[in-house]
T-cell receptor, first 119, second 114 residues
Framework: AQKVTQAQTEISVVEKEDVTLDCVYETRDTTYYLFWYKQPPSGELVFLIRRNSFDEQNEISGRYSWNFQKSTSSFNFTITASQVVDSAVYFCALIKRGAMDTGRRALTFGSGTRLQVQP | NAGVTQTPKFQVLKTGQSMTLQCAQDMNHNSMYWYRQDPGMGLRLIYYSASEGTTDKGEVPNGYNVSRLNKREFSLRLESAAPSQTSVYFC?????????????FGAGTRLSVL
């Protein structure tokens, strides 16, 4: 069975602070993908990043960066110099690599972390 | 591009009423999914359709039925709504093929059952 744990239910920071959202996962699969999605107050789910379990390189995209550590089964997300527009619920998710190709599986989501960025 | 379109955006039902949530995607994706989102629980899979003409149960299928009408449309039906089905419902789709495993979501349908 797969499981994704986002232990931080809610985080509040002041604008321009850095913030890290934690994600810990469990899976018996040897190959898998990890994802982060953003859900702003408007409610839609926005894809942010996909990480292949083969690739442990960290990734940076503007103010966003992701730290994938297979040894600790973690895929943490850092926002540098946070902004009010970053306020949202962020979800970490997991799927076995190749499963979605057959359409027979779906994402396993964490319970989400609500980030509030105060001006 | 419209992407994944869900209708309606909001709905209030009385216990025992039925309704169908509609989902359509214009990205020519083979696979489509219905999730529900409840507070503190993330998203849970209700049903999915790997391709036109096929549907399979997900994690929480009880009380729901689905129809994959064609490649574009995947509807979710509540035959006799219950208060426990109060939730936000998301439809998603994904293209087939190796590595093409990003799910694209609709804006959601917020359903209240009184």
């Amino acid at each position: 069975a797969q499981k994704v744990t986002q232990a931080q239910t809610e985080i509040s920071v002041v604008e321009k602070e850095d913030v890290t959202l934690d994600c810990v996962y469990e899976t018996r699969d040897t190959t898998y993908y990890l994802f982060w999605y953003k859900q702003p107050p408007s409610g839609e789910l926005v894809f942010l990043i996909r990480r292949n379990s083969f690739d442990e390189q960290n990734e940076i995209s503007g103010r966003y960066s992701w730290n994938f550590q297979k040894s600790t089964s973690s895929f943490n997300f850092t926002i540098t110099a946070s902004q009010v527009v970053d306020s949202a619920v962020y979800f970490c998710a997991l799927i076995k690599r190749g499963a979605m190709d057959t359409g027979r599986r779906a994402l396993t989501f964490g319970s989400g972390t609500r980030l509030q960025v105060q001006p | 591009n419209a992407g994944v379109t869900q209708t309606p955006k909001f709905q209030v039902l009385k216990t025992g009423q039925s309704m169908t949530l509609q989902c359509a995607q214009d990205m020519n994706h083979n696979s489509m999914y219905w999730y529900r989102q409840d507070p503190g629980m993330g998203l849970r899979l209700i049903y999915y359709s790997a391709s036109e003409g096929t549907t399979d149960k997900g994690e929480v299928p009880n009380g729901y039925n689905v129809s994959r009408l064609n490649k574009r449309e995947f509807s979710l039906r509540l035959e006799s709504a219950a208060p426990s089905q109060t939730s936000v419902y998301f439809c998603a789709s994904t293209p087939s093929g190796t590595g093409k495993n990003i799910q694209y979501f609709g804006a959601g349908t917020r359903l209240s059952v009184l």
